[in-house]
């Protein structure tokens, strides 16, 4: 029996060294991710946090990425029923465990195979074109906001089929109060804590959504053309409108707020080093020309793919992988009992010195294949791994592309002086204090 195995010992607590280690970290850096950096640095990679209502096991490195993603189905559940993403989504792919789980990644799997994604670049591009019309020739614009702009027009043209334009505005606070539920809170250490002022907004989303159930509904019965994309799918599916929504929401969040992330932080990440965007927009000019990206071009854009992986790797959107362990485990010695939290950060874990040299420098250049080695095996997991890696993966790369090569096609950037760029634990790892760019089209 595990938990009474005397060889195992119960993860540690972090010691005098690492929690004052933690604390200038956080005085310094004003994040929660540095902080918790501090601890991993002294403590290695097994540790608990002893928290009022709140004592996770947090876990570091390939091997706790073997365990977490491979490990027996059934040891580590995803569905925590009283954390707000599983109250907010209810059933969607990203919470259910199992069979439930199976089924709606088997249904939902080809509406986002890379040949779908692929034949949908040019509805891509045009989003992309159309939000970058409104930007000033010489000005400035906030990173986060504009590329949570993109990032909507481009997932809900490509897979609900709609385009959110007009009703953009009047959606921008919904959706940042329903990311704002699910984003770390008082909740964590306090799970039945009261949380006034989100009913309005989850109504609201709630009515849009179904909005769009009922009017695809509408048009298959009018006679309209079918239509492949995740919406048909699903609408022609036996899913009720219930399970319907929870389904699009699960994208719409999940997908949406993860390339805003990605996408602000190469934007940041550019405007800090020109030297690298400008080596990025010579390679995107000598390929596309002034063209629009397609499928097959953006696909030979090396360097580009470069820079996206090692914005991936510092600024993994899902930085953290959170289960609840299902029964009595262990781990390199030590004992996880039954109904514990563990977490499996991806963050420390991409930034891990024993995997890494320099960890903290953004280096393009070490995802190059012809002069340096792959990762190791379970090292870089900016998608997940193991048989539930991110359903989203092939849009989320060729979006990428997409926007990023049209980006550098029509703008320079550079980030403001004196601004102070923070790693803000949102429902996704963001970009904190306000990335502003100065952009000037080009």
């Not at 030297?275 to 020309?289: N, T």
Request: net charge neutral.
């Amino acid at each position: 029996m595990i938990a009474s195995d005397p060889t195992l010992i119960d993860p540690p607590a972090p010691n005098g060294a690492a929690s004052r280690a933690a604390w200038r970290a956080l005085r310094r850096d004003r994040s929660l991710l540095t902080a918790l950096s501090a601890v991993h640095a002294e403590m290695g990679d097994v540790f608990s946090l002893p928290l009022p209502g709140f004592s996770p096991v947090v876990l570091v490195g390939p091997a706790a990425a073997r365990f977490v993603m491979l490990g027996p189905e059934g040891d580590l559940l995803w569905r925590f029923e009283k954390d707000p993403v599983a109250r907010l989504l209810r059933h969607g792919v990203l919470v259910e465990d199992g069979a439930a789980h199976d089924a709606l990644r088997t249904l939902m799997t080809p509406a986002l195979h890379r040949r779908m994604i692929d034949a949908e670049v040019a509805t891509m591009a045009h989003c992309v074109d159309a939000r970058l019309d409104t930007w000033p020739s010489d000005g400035h614009v906030d990173a986060l906001d504009a590329m949570r702009a993109i990032a909507l027009a481009v997932l809900t043209e490509t897979l609900f089929g709609v385009d959110i334009a007009p009703d953009l505005e009047r959606l921008w606070r919904v959706i940042l109060r329903t990311l704002a539920y699910i984003s770390p809170g008082a909740w964590i250490v306090w799970p039945d804590a009261p949380r006034p002022g989100y009913g309005r907004a989850l109504r609201a989303m709630d009515g849009y959504l179904h909005r769009l159930i009922a009017q695809r509904r509408a048009a298959d019965r009018g006679g309209g053309p079918a239509r492949d994309d995740l919406l048909g799918v699903l609408v022609h599916s036996d899913l009720s409108d219930d399970l319907i929504r929870d389904q699009l929401l699960t994208m719409l969040i999940a997908g949406h707020d993860t390339a805003t992330a990605l996408l602000s932080w190469a934007l940041v990440a550019l405007g800090q080093d020109q030297d690298i965007q400008a080596r990025a927009r010579a390679e995107v000019r000598a390929v596309l020309g002034g063209a629009a990206p397609t499928a097959e071009s953006s696909a030979r854009l090396p360097y580009l793919e470069q820079v996206i992986k090692e914005t991936l790797r510092l600024y993994p959107p899902i930085h953290v992988g959170n289960r609840r362990a299902a029964r009595d485990l262990a781990f390199q010695g030590h004992r996880i009992p039954a109904g514990t939290r563990v977490l499996f950060s991806i963050f420390l874990t991409h930034r891990h010195p024993a995997h890494w040299s320099d960890p903290d420098r953004f280096d393009p250049d070490r995802f190059d294949a012809a002069t340096r080695s792959a990762p190791e095996p379970f090292t870089y997991l900016p998608f997940g791994g193991g048989p539930r890696f991110c359903i989203g993966t092939a849009m989320a790369r060729v979006e990428a592309r997409v926007v990023l090569a049209r980006l550098l096609q029509r703008f320079e950037w550079s980030l403001e002086p004196g601004r102070r760029i923070t790693l803000r634990m949102g429902a996704t790892l963001e970009p904190g204090g306000r990335g502003w760019l100065r952009v000037r089209g080009g």
